[in-house]
């Protein structure tokens, strides 16, 4: 009985946490606000930054004994949802999932955790590296002697932070350090993206970095950082693509063709369903796969599988709802004019971070392959 | 003049790739864009001089009178070295329709001046409330002694900026009992008082298509081709012209070929999913064009296509876009990146192939337009 008294408390708790994030985001412009800032310049604004910061928003699934709310990655998904609703230019999921991530889970104690929870700092981490032919399996950016000595790649909101975590190869495996923005041999390349936001390609030679943490701890802090920033794009993405279908679904009752609105045509209908019926199939695995990453018992391949899961569902769902969406609005759907576009680039931006559908369908399958080994 | 269709199908293959190869300014090879004609006027020249601008125009009116065979073959070739169509809804579009329906006066005039690009063309046929319910047209011409006064508005109008001429429909009898009738097909000069136009930026961030305005624009009654309020008839049969032009192979082939060259560079070819998709892909083009070519070889004996040529640009608009959908996959990571992607030595721009594809499924007749079409015309469904 307890639980499901938990439960409910829980599910209102959501409930209110996404009332209070859409009301912040709707306040703020909706979407009209990214469309404004991609035209500016593809930057983000610093302003949103601290007022999210002011929600607890960075800190909500950091325990509370290390300044968060406590509220685990159900929550911080509830609010990915509100920020894809408004295709939210901010690295909100990368701070959370990634930069927070890493930070709570390696040096709780470091003053960087507190202030990017508040919302004074905003880190990018960089921790994929570039091979010839797509992300590198191993790790080959070094650091030694308090310098760094290397190039990382895909490094999300890279442009207008003030420094970067970044994991690197330190003579007995991983460390986490800290690069300031203006370091000496810092090379930032930030390259445009679909949605006007920039990713970064950064080189260092011989740039001093400060160590945060190093060890056997820092990999699987990372892979567990990396699970969570996964699942909480894939929320992002799910509420991109619900709000993409909102849209399309007001444009075919009020467009009219021959007479009547196009939703009145039945492929139109069908179509229009078809949709329906997969964003709910998205929302709802990727809701579930958050809240079993929660449970005590996930050890990390777990919850790696489930993060892929939830992100080959989401990928899936928001290419096909957001370029449907496109085709039935027409010709006014592939221009800039209306939002539903800002959608599909969105969309093609969060399904290529951090892996799209096919690749993580792989992983899931080498996951479960695994564990089933090892059952 | 050579008789290209008595060349043996090799040979004419490697006439072609060569003129292209030696010929075809490199910096304009796969053009992410659609190219203003300044930017390709030095291509064009050459093409006019070896008088290519038109494959599939017989050779009495300056094309090049290609079967169906040797142009499917000058397609690929085109394609496969990035050749760009530069600015040819002259060629395409009311060439044709000319060659068709209208005078030998109007055949002299405006022929030639398509080939020599003297005349840049841009089509007026969609309006804020006439898409696919194209019928529902409401831009107006009215005869004004030996004038057509034109007042309305188009939109959608591709690289209409850039355009010396609009081929449009406009209605001349409103009173007609039925949309369809009403509608005549009239050529107007844009470099006029009446006519404004306005650029609209499209999602890929290309200022491509535009809005026209009518406010008492004039041209001569002479430019009416066909008969007064018989432009529906006519415009039909120009749709299907433009419909086998769409549903050509050439959009797929040429991103099937970016496809491969930079999948290999991504060592996408490693892996058996992809292969298998891969393979997938490069059936759909290749089969396709067998369907393809049984339509184009009716038009060379001079048929008239039926509602049936709707498959082929269903199937290979669908297909254009799983092979540019495929490009975002093997681009991994990359694959919501802006420009050219670097592998190797190639450079794809794999978003620029992906947005290009979007529209193709909406304009010409949107595909679930087509599919309502083979439904009932071909299918003889109810309804
Ligand atoms: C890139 C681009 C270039 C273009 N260039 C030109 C040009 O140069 N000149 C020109 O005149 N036009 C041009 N067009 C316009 C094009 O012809 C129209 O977009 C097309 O006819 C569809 O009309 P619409 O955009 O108004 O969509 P709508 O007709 O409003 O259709 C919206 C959606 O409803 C669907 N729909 C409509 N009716 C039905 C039905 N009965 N049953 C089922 N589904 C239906 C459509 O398929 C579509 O998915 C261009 C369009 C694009 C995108």
């Known amino acids: 009985m307890k639980q499901t008294e938990e439960n409910t408390q829980d599910q209102e708790d959501l409930r209110l946490l996404r009332e209070s994030a859409r009301t912040l985001f709707d306040r703020a412009g909706g979407n009209d606000r990214a469309r404004k800032l991609r035209d500016a310049g593809g930057r983000w604004s610093a302003g949103m930054i601290t007022e999210l910061a002011g929600a607890g928003v960075f800190g909500v699934a950091v325990p509370d004994e290390n300044g968060g709310l406590g509220m685990g990655l159900a929550a911080a998904g509830v609010l990915a949802e509100e920020v894809g609703r408004v295709i939210a230019p901010e690295p909100i999921v990368a701070t ?275 564990e089933g080994a090892e059952r | 003049m050579t008789d290209w269709n008595a060349m043996t199908d090799e040979d004419f293959r490697r006439e072609v790739h060569q003129f292209f190869e030696s010929e075809y300014p490199e910096e304009l090879r796969h053009l992410p864009h659609r190219p203003t004609f300044a930017e390709v006027e030095h291509w064009h020249r050459k093409l006019h001089a070896k008088g290519w601008v038109a494959p599939a125009w017989p050779a009495e009116y300056g094309g090049m009178g290609l079967s169906a065979a040797k142009l499917l073959i000058f397609y690929e070739e085109q394609q496969r070295w990035g050749v760009n169509r530069g600015r040819d809804m002259g060629v395409q579009m009311v060439g044709p329709l000319i060659i068709k329906f209208g005078t030998q006066t109007q055949k002299d005039y405006w022929l030639p001046r398509i080939l020599s690009c003297e005349d840049i063309w841009c089509q007026g046929y969609s309006e804020p409330g006439a898409g696919s319910d194209l019928a529902n047209l409401r831009t107006r011409a009215e005869i004004d002694g030996d004038d057509f006064v034109i007042n309305g508005q188009k939109i959608w109008t591709t690289m209409a900026h850039d355009a010396t001429h609009i081929f ?80 050509s192979p050439s959009l797929a082939q040429n991103a099937l070929g970016q496809l491969e060259s930079f999948a290999r560079g991504r060592g996408a070819f490693n892996d058996p999913v992809f292969r298998d998709r891969f393979a997938q892909a490069a059936l759909d083009v290749e089969d396709h064009a067998a369907l393809y070519a049984r339509y184009a070889d009716q038009l060379k004996r001079g048929e008239t296509l039926g509602a049936d040529v709707s498959m082929l640009k269903i199937w290979v608009t669908e297909c254009f876009q799983r092979i540019t959908e495929l490009m975002i996959e093997a681009a991994g990571p990359d694959g919501g990146t802006i420009g050219p992607l670097q592998v190797g030595n190639v450079s794809v721009d794999v978003l620029a192939s992906f947005y290009k594809a979007r529209p193709t499924t909406i304009y010409g007749g949107s595909n679930e337009i087509q599919r309502n079409i083979l439904s009932k015309a071909v299918l003889g469904l109810p309804g």
């Open chain 1, 96 to 370: 959370i999932g990634l930069t927070i991530g890493l930070l709570h889970r390696l040096c709780p104690d470091h003053g960087m955790l507190k202030k990017a929870i508040g919302g004074e700092t905003v880190l990018a981490t960089a921790w994929q590296e570039r091979g010839p032919t797509g992300v590198a399996p191993g790790r080959s950016c070094r650091f030694a002697g308090g310098k760094l000595t290397g190039a990382k790649a895909w490094v999300s909101g890279a442009v207008g932070v003030e420094g970067y975590l970044v994991v690197a190869e330190g003579d007995d495996g991983a460390v986490l350090t800290y690069v300031e923005a203006g370091a000496a041999g810092l090379n930032v390349d930030g390259r445009r993206q679909a949605d006007g936001s920039a990713l970064g390609e950064l080189s260092f030679s011989a740039t001093p970095a400060e160590l945060l943490a190093e060890g056997a701890a820092v990999e699987a802090a990372l892979a567990d950082a990396v699970s969570d920033t996964t699942a909480l794009a894939a929320a992002e993405l799910v509420g991109l693509s619900g709000r993409a279908f909102e849209i399309v679904l007001d444009y075919i009752k009020t467009r009219e063709q021959f007479d009547k609105p196009i939703g009145a045509f039945q492929v139109i209908q069908h179509r229009a369903t078809d949709l329906h019926v997969m964003q709910e199939v998205a929302q709802a695995t990727v809701r579930e796969a958050l809240s079993w990453m929660d449970c005590a018992g996930t050890d990390a391949q777990a919850r790696a599988r489930l993060a892929s899961r939830a992100k080959a569902r989401a990928g899936v769902a928001a290419k096909k709802i957001t370029r449907d969406a496109v085709q039935m609005h027409g010709a006014v759907g592939y221009t800039d004019e209306f939002d539903i576009g800002l959608f599909l680039n969105r969309a093609l931006v969060l399904s290529a971070w951090l892996g799209d559908d096919t690749y993580h369908r792989r992983l899931w399958l080498d996951a479960r392959d695994k």
């Open chain 2, 168 to 247: 449009m429909l406009v209605r001349t009898d409103p009173d007609a009992p039925k949309k369809q009738q009403g509608i005549s097909f009239i050529l107007a000069p844009m470099d006029q008082p009446g006519v404004e136009v306005r650029t609209i930026r499209t999602l890929a961030g290309e200022t491509e298509f535009c809005e026209v305005f009518f406010d008492g624009a004039r041209t001569p009654r002479e430019n009416l081709v066909g008969e007064l309020n018989k432009g529906w008839t006519m415009a039909k049969a120009l749709l299907s012209f433009e419909r086998i032009f769409i549903g």
